[in-house]
């Protein structure tokens, strides 16, 4: 029995990197990992016991614990280890680590366990299958022939799309019973690896990567790199095979679920296990319950998004992370973690290997990949058969334009229409760095200082460098040939739909992007119609350029080349490079031949020829190779603080007081503080600091130091901000 009063350590919830004092008087053990309620202020959060017996804090009388939730820890050693590391690396609070890490039926404080989940079975009283009476009647007709194949959850009726209405009715009738049963939280329940499908024939070039990957037993990440359509799928399959068969369960990323149904329905049709897709129709409970499948080795094969990274297993054999290049996998808010770096820090831990596969590799992984850090696999040639695709450059000089679109585009626009094919614009705003060119010939505005491209202010009317900050006022004339048509890239999508709309008003337009997929299901609903072709003019963002396969789009045309090449952004060119090869390969599997347009006002530079030429590979080595000259990312580690504020000398008060913290150390830099590419948004001017690195530790020594100092700062109680470590836009 506890006599004297015992304190413990709590991580919770906020975004405070520190953790709290409690008292714990509760007559059970207190144990480490456990979730416990206690009370804040005026709340009652939920927590996770971080240290046992601490010292009686001096200064203030601990509150205690109202409740210990679990009676073991949440998770076990290997995601332990795993959240405590990621909180450090990141430096972001270990308590909102866990939050994000928990499904959220957990993070509220509800048992570790299952809900009762409903089944369905046949009753005596059922039709036959040769009773007529049910002829009028197809959707009963159809619940009964699923049922006598044995008894079905609600939630695969769900998936059959056999409504509740229709078994409710059906258990009126006294045909079928509903039956509520509670799964045994800790019944051992292994799964048996079957497969229900021969694997593919591979090629020499999958044999090789097969074969390097069956070869080692431990630690190991493979950059599978191959274009769309070379068979990397097959490869994942064959090499998860492996890990299945012993017994072993496997983590599958993926970057949005709604544009991989195709890849799923692959891994489902192959492998007689258990498989967990984590989509975002689940709701709470599901989410729970896939969870705890996985975590209790109900599920053989996990796939997700993001999140999924940290999904809890019983034993988990091989990760892999497919288009391992998309940013979708960098949470952009809070937690500002990147699953595909969390990732091989898990496969290290538990010593496993990890397969990352992309056609168009991040930079950061070529550079592994060519320091040798990572095997590089690579699949050059087209598993399956497809026609190959057309490219063109439009040069934008001296043409006429609306909405961004110029004029020879408009005619090829509408001569596909015409033929009833499908067109696909792409518009990227993200990354997008609007700079001030001269319509005539090209000429953009440069910084003196800097050899960098001004970023257009168009509100301010004045151009600002993002590199050394300094500023002046729009010019009048082109610098280089002296025309007054000087033009910003400031082409929205929803403009560009308004024009589309009025220009072709016979054809229907379809805008899929974030802003229009918000809601539940609308991506799935909007591609669905588009593949159908329900609508004959796409217009999309990035997000639109993987995975998914439209048969009757026969010209993509990417709208605005020299946003990209221009930018303020470093990644922009990489981003636009992934983007030009992905839809490439989309237009080539169709089978009509397709037509990729590029439009630009430098048709000759050097990036665009690079491109078209020698492929992305070829541009993506020379741009590494200029980042090393140029020393960016991922020679150098940046961390970046956000921050924003309804009062613009505020904030940039704010971030000067938070630079002039910054000690003085060779090979550590900070820049700005300068504007963020949308300067102003929703009435909040929104400034940024970039602390440059020579290594990772130099910057998690540096950071450290600086939020010790930046706690004093009480100017930082006014405004808003974060810090983003490995930022990725900006
Ligand atoms: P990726 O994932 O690189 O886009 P996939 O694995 O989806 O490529 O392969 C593209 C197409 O080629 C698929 O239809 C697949 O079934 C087929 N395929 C892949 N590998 C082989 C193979 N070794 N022999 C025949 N067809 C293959
Ligand atoms: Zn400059
Ligand atoms: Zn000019």
């Known amino acids: 029995m506890i ?104 993070r509220q404080g509800k048992p570790i366990g299952y809900a009762p989940v409903t089944y369905y079975e046949l009753a005596q009283d059922a039709p036959s299958a040769s009773d007529t009476a049910l002829d009028r009647a197809p959707k009963q007709k159809q619940l009964l022939g699923l049922l006598r194949q044995g008894r079905v959850s609600a939630a695969q009726l769900k998936q059959a799309q056999i409504s509740t209405t229709v078994s409710s009715a059906a258990c009126d009738k006294g045909w079928v019973r509903r039956i509520e049963e509670r799964p045994e939280l800790n019944a051992e329940q292994h799964w048996q690896m079957a497969l229900s499908e021969e694997p593919l024939a591979v090629n020499q070039e999958q044999a090789v990567a097969l074969s390097a990957i069956k070869q080692i037993s431990g630690h190991a990440s493979f950059l599978l790199e191959g274009v769309t359509g070379s068979g990397k799928t097959e490869v994942y399959l064959q090499a998860i095979e492996h890990v299945l068969a012993a017994g072993r369960q496997v983590l599958v990323l993926v970057p949005e ?277 329900k609508h004959h003019i796409l217009v999309g963002t990035q997000m639109l350029a993987k995975g998914h396969h439209f048969p009757n789009v026969t010209l993509v045309a990417l709208l605005d080349v020299d946003g990209a090449l221009y930018s303020a952004d470093f990644r922009a060119p990489e981003r636009l490079a992934q983007l030009f090869t992905q839809v490439s390969g989309r237009a080539g599997r169709a089978h009509k031949r397709g037509r990729v347009v590029l439009q630009t006002h430098h048709p000759e530079h050097d990036l665009v020829q690079d491109l078209l030429n020698n492929g992305y590979q070829h541009f993506a080595l020379t741009a590494l190779a200029e980042r090393q000259a140029t020393a960016l990312p991922p020679f150098k580690h940046w961390a970046l603080v956000r921050a924003e504020s309804t009062d613009k000398a505020q904030v940039v008060e704010a971030l000067n007081h938070m630079a002039a913290c910054l000690p003085e150390v060779a090979g550590v830099m900070g820049v700005g503080p300068i504007p963020a590419l949308m300067e102003k948004r929703a009435g909040r001017y929104r400034y940024q600091w970039i602390l440059q690195t020579t290594s990772r530790k130099q910057r998690y020594q540096v950071v450290k130091y600086l939020l010790s100092q930046w706690e004093n700062l009480s100017i930082l109680n006014r405004i808003r901000w974060s810090l983003d470590i490995d930022p990725q836009d900006f």
């Open 3 to 106: 006599d004297s009063p015992h304190y413990i350590e709590v991580a919770l919830p906020l975004p405070l990197r520190r953790s709290f004092t409690y008292q714990y008087d509760l007559s059970e053990p207190a144990v480490l990992g456990a979730r416990v309620r206690v009370p804040f202020g005026q709340r009652q959060l939920v927590g996770i016991i971080t240290q046992l017996n601490v010292a009686a804090p001096s200064t203030f009388e601990a509150k205690s614990v109202l409740a210990q939730l679990d009676t073991t820890a949440v998770w076990k050693a290997e995601l332990w280890q795993l959240l405590n590391w990621a909180s450090d690396y990141y430096q972001h609070s270990l308590g909102d680590v866990f939050a994000n890490a928990l499904p959220i039926l957990l």
């Open 257 to 533: 679920i709604g544009l991989t149904m195709q890849t799923i329905k692959r891994f489902r049709q192959r492998f007689d296990v258990p498989v967990e897709v984590l989509h975002s129709n689940l709701n709470d409970t599901e989410r729970l319950h896939a969870w705890l499948n996985s975590r209790s080795n109900r599920a053989g094969i996990v796939i997700g998004t993001r999140s999924a990274i940290f999904t809890p297993f019983a034993d988990l054999g091989m990760i892999v992370v497919d288009e391992e290049h998309d940013l979708s996998y960098k949470q952009q808010d809070g937690f500002r973690y990147h699953a595909r770096d969390i990732a091989i820090k898990r496969a290290q831990l538990l010593d496993i290997p990890i397969i990352l596969g992309s056609a168009t590799p991040a930079l950061e992984t070529l550079n592994n990949a060519v320091n040798q850090r990572f095997h590089w696999l690579q699949l050059t040639q087209r598993a399956g058969v497809a026609e190959s695709v057309e490219h063109e450059l439009i040069d934008l000089k001296g043409l006429p334009m609306q909405a961004g679109l110029s004029e020879p585009l408009l005619q090829q626009i509408e001569q596909e229409l015409s033929k009833h094919n499908q067109v696909l614009l792409f518009l990227n705003r993200r990354g997008f760095a609007p700079a001030l060119m001269c319509h005539e010939c090209g000429w953009i505005a440069q910084c003196k200082r800097c050899d960098a491209y001004y970023t257009l202010h168009q509100a301010q009317r004045r151009l600002h460098c993002h590199h050394c900050d300094s500023q002046r006022p729009v010019p009048k004339q082109c610098e280089q040939c002296g025309s007054t048509h000087l033009i910003s890239h400031g082409v929205g999508t929803e403009q560009l739909e308004d024009f589309l709309n009025q220009r072709f008003p016979e054809h229907s337009v379809l805008r899929i992007d974030r802003d229009s997929t918000r809601r539940k299901g609308e991506l799935d609903a909007h591609l669905k119609s588009a593949s159908e072709h």
